[in-house]
C-alpha cells in the first residue's frame, strides 16, 4: 500500500522561511511525477509546484523565486523549500505522487494527509 507521509508544516512570521518534506512508501513501482499542492480555507486544491522524475520542475506564478521544490529519488522524497512566505501562503499542503503500474501507460495517483502551513503578518 502507497503512503505519502508530510512533515516540516508550522507557524511563521512573514518574511521566513519553512521547509517541507514529503516521502513516498510502499511503491512497487517507480514514483514518476511528484507535487505539492495547497489548500487556503474555504478555496479549492491547486498546484503549488510539480517535479518531474527527470527533475524538470514547474510552479504556480506567486510562488516563483521563493519555493523550490526538490526530489531525492533514492529516498522517494519530495522537498519544498519556502522562502519569503506571506501571508497569502496560508494553507493546508497536500504532496501529491504518481507511481507507475505494471503496464507502461499505467500510473496511479496518491496523496498524503495534508500539512498546516500558517504565516502570521
Known amino acids: 500500500q502507497v503512503q505519502l507521509v508530510e512533515s516540516g508544516g508550522g507557524l511563521v512570521r512573514a518574511g521566513g522561511s519553512l521547509r517541507l518534506s514529503c516521502e513516498v512508501s510502499?511503491?512497487?513501482?517507480?514514483?514518476?511525477?511528484l507535487a505539492w499542492y495547497r489548500q487556503p480555507p474555504g478555496k479549492t486544491r491547486d498546484l503549488v509546484a510539480g517535479?518531474?522524475?527527470?527533475?524538470?520542475?514547474n510552479y504556480e506564478d506567486s510562488v516563483k523565486g521563493r519555493f523550490t521544490i526538490s526530489r531525492d529519488n533514492a529516498k522517494n522524497t519530495v522537498y519544498l523549500q519556502m522562502n519569503s512566505l506571506k501571508p497569502d501562503d496560508t494553507a493546508v499542503y497536500y504532496c501529491?505522487?504518481?507511481?507507475?503500474?505494471?503496464?507502461?501507460?499505467?500510473?496511479?495517483?496518491?496523496w498524503g494527509q495534508g500539512t498546516q502551513v500558517t504565516v502570521s503578518s
Open positions: 501529491h505522487a504518481r507511481v507507475g503500474g505494471i503496464a507502461w501507460y499505467e500510473t496511479y495517483d496518491y
Open positions: 510502499g511503491s512497487d513501482f517507480s514514483v514518476k511525477r
Open positions: 517535479i518531474s522524475s527527470g527533475g524538470t520542475t
